[in-house]
């Protein structure tokens, strides 16, 4: 069983090494494709090519068609002032890309680009005017970074598969209506900004994403309301910036980032956001932490103001009634009173515990930070605060 084992594994050892012999790479200097007959004749003028190692140049062509040989390119697709082209056909057994840079396109579509998995590097599209990302399905990872820039997409439909970003996410100054599409992204490493994009009604459809390398940046978005769908997130490294949201009223939904990654925190120019206060920024501002806040509604217009309403209830709970934290002391009343009693920190470690509550606690002791107070008789009824 071993022996036949060993030689069945030595026969796909030496059947991927003949594919490799046989794989041969071109083009290392690029391919500028200036003229359709390019593409038609690349079977015969490149027999054996499989693997562009260059960059290819869009000049003069709408398509691949001829090309389908090419497995991986190494460099990126670049299409500067491109109007004619249409599509990426010609490319459907295309794995792997370096990059995809497109500047001024109009009315084209991913369509060709069936098979790639991988991006190397970046996607990069500025001022490029297409429906949505429809031909790129099976991508999983980009590299680099996801940029779109002016224009752009109605919507993310296409990047159904797509797990990771390596850089940042960026949509700016986009017409795009609806965030739809990107249903199972979990990882960005660099920052998510969504920036100047007027017709975006939610964040909803970025649920999916847990962590975010670099900051966020959340900027003139004239039609959102919250911030609901980026509540996931709970590990962020960067900036937090939430500025110029015309409708904006609750940011609760980054009450749970850890605010020890926060390097700053600006949340300015938002006329309808009156409510601050949420665990992340009182734990950013309690460290001290770099910030601007101001031009907002009242209570929300400067460090002092939040922080004034930093020292208690940060959420909606129902047991404000009968517990009361002010500055280093705890009063506890009502049904509370003589029954257990836990205190926790966000990550679910116990700091104190009473199997029957007095009526006064003293918390001058415990480290500055966020925490919480569980009632084992009452379920589902806590209390989250800051202890400066």
């Known amino acids: 069983m071993t022996f036949r ?3 069945f594994l030595l026969f796909i050892l030496l059947s991927s090494l003949t594919h490799v012999g046989m794989a041969q790479s071109c083009l290392s200097e690029g391919l500028y494709l200036n003229d359709q007959s390019q593409t038609l004749n690349f079977a015969s003028d490149y027999p054996d090519c499989t693997t562009i190692d260059g960059n290819i140049y869009i000049q003069g062509v709408s398509n691949f068609e001829g090309m389908e040989q090419i497995t991986q390119i190494n460099g990126t697709i670049i299409c500067n002032e491109c109007g ?19 500047d001024e396109g109009s009315s084209f579509s991913f369509e060709g680009l069936d098979n790639l998995n991988f ?10 005017s297409f429906e949505d990302f429809t ?5 999983i990872t980009i590299g680099g970074y996801l940029e779109i820039n002016e224009n752009g997409p109605n919507n993310l439909n296409g990047l159904q598969s797509l797990i990771s970003i390596g850089g940042n996410l960026r949509i700016t100054e986009s017409s795009i209506t609806s ?10 490493g660099g920052t ?15 649920e999916p994403i847990g962590f975010v390398l670099g900051g966020l940046t959340i900027d003139d978005c004239d039609l959102l309301i919250d911030l ?9 490294q960067g900036e937090i910036r939430i500025e110029g949201n015309a409708l904006l009223n609750d940011i609760s939904a980054i009450a749970n980032f850890n605010s020890d990654g926060f390097t700053y925190l600006e949340i ?13 920024v009182c734990g950013h501002l309690l460290s001290n932490g770099e910030n601007l806040i101001s031009d907002n509604l009242e209570n929300c217009n400067s460090a002092e103001e939040v922080l004034s309403f930093c020292s208690v209830n940060l959420d909606e709970v129902s047991i404000t009634d009968q517990i009361r934290v002010l500055q280093d002391e705890i009063f506890i009343t009502g049904e509370a009173l003589n029954n257990p009693l836990v205190i926790y920190t966000t990550t679910g470690q116990i700091v104190r515990y009473y199997e029957q509550a007095p009526s006064y606690l003293w918390i001058e002791d415990l480290p500055s930070g966020i925490y919480v107070i569980n009632l084992p008789d009452q379920p589902g009824k806590h209390l989250r605060f800051v202890h400066p």
């Open 228 to 236: 609901s769908g980026i509540d996931n997130i709970g590990s962020l």
């Open 268 to 280: 300015d120019f938002n006329p309808m956001l009156s409510a601050c206060s949420v665990a992340s």
């Open 179 to 188: 965030l739809e599409g990107m249903s199972s992204l979990s990882s960005i």
């Open 119 to 128: 991006v190397t590097n970046n996607i990069d599209l500025d001022e490029a």
């Open 84 to 102: 004619g082209f249409t599509s990426f056909e010609g490319l459907n057994n295309v794995i792997t890309v370096g990059g995809i840079s497109i």
């Open 5 to 7: 084992l060993l030689n």
């Open 192 to 206: 998510l900004e969504v920036s100047d994009c007027t017709l975006i009604p939610s964040l909803s459809d970025l």
């Open 135 to 139: 031909g790129l399905e099976s991508l």
